[in-house]
């Protein structure tokens, strides 16, 4: 709730500096932590949508692209999609719309992203094959962790004053795209409750022929991990579980068939590793789902 006070703050202040027409919609997935008296009594300008229950990340901002279009007639021409664990520095979204405005064949912008501290954040990435799951999975050396075999993009692009690079896919943490392609790829894929649905789409939208842009001008301070922090088991299944599903819908039998045998080691090297025996499970059954090659 609080981390969601001050990221609507710097929306609404930063949609006012860049002289943007825009509106906000919040999707409160069953929240039990006062989010919607805070929205009610605080933000009364801000549009609330309550779920009896937790469809999920991408099944929620689904509807909160769904209302955006049903409210204001003919519509917008973007939707950014934002983490409430979130905070725009000035000026972030009028970068974003200026690219996409500028680069007609990009789909997807997303901002560069640092830590609260000003510390750097990896914010875009190469699609993922079997390196990353090495890298996820296994001790390697140390500097390779920021290499391309690993998915990263060299620091130097994410220059502050750096021009906007294409990329495979962003995080989804805060990242714009036009409404055109937002509805000719069928949004996020709500098979995939929470992880991986960003890869999903992106993947989608280059398959469809857009491109994917880094935009480093436009800054947003991305805290990370807010709400998996209180479920670290329940996250390490989930991200598994969309991780199989993922892998399944965009490798082939052999790369995939390598992928299982890859993880299902590698989770039970983790699961003798754990410091208790709630990790302990959650390895475990992320080794099974992989075994099984089961998806959502």
Known sequence: ??????????????????RL???????????????QELLRHV?????????????????A??????AAVAGHQPGPRYFLLLNPDTLVRPGALGELVKSLDAIPEAGLAGARLTYADGRFQQSAFRFP???????????????????????????RHYKPDADPFPVDHTLGAAMMVRRDVAEATG??????????????????IRSAGWAIYS????????????????????????LWRSRAYLYRRHHGRIKNSLARRLVTAGMRRKATRARSQELQAAYLEASSIWQNNAGP
């Open 129 to 155: 094959g079997l390196a990353q799951l090495t890298f996820d999975l296994y001790p390697l050396p140390a500097r390779l962790y920021e290499s391309r075999l690993n998915g990263r993009y060299p620091r």
């Open 1 to 18: 709730r609080d981390y969601l006070a001050d990221c609507l703050r710097s929306v609404h202040a930063d949609l006012d500096r860049c």
């Open 21 to 35: 027409s825009g509106a906000v919609w919040v999707v409160d997935n069953n929240s039990t932590d006062g989010t």
């Open 215 to 238: 935009v480093p001008k436009a800054e947003i301070v991305h805290f990370g991990g807010v709400s998996t922090r209180q479920i670290p088991a329940r996250s390490i299944v989930s």
């Open 61 to 66: 901002n689904n509807q909160g692209m769904a």
């Open 43 to 59: 933000f009364p300008n801000t549009h609330l949508i309550v779920n009896d229950d937790n469809p999920g990340f991408g099944a």
């Open 187 to 204: 949004g996020f894929d709500e098979d995939f409750h929470m992880y991986c649905e960003e890869i999903d789409w992106c993947w989608r």
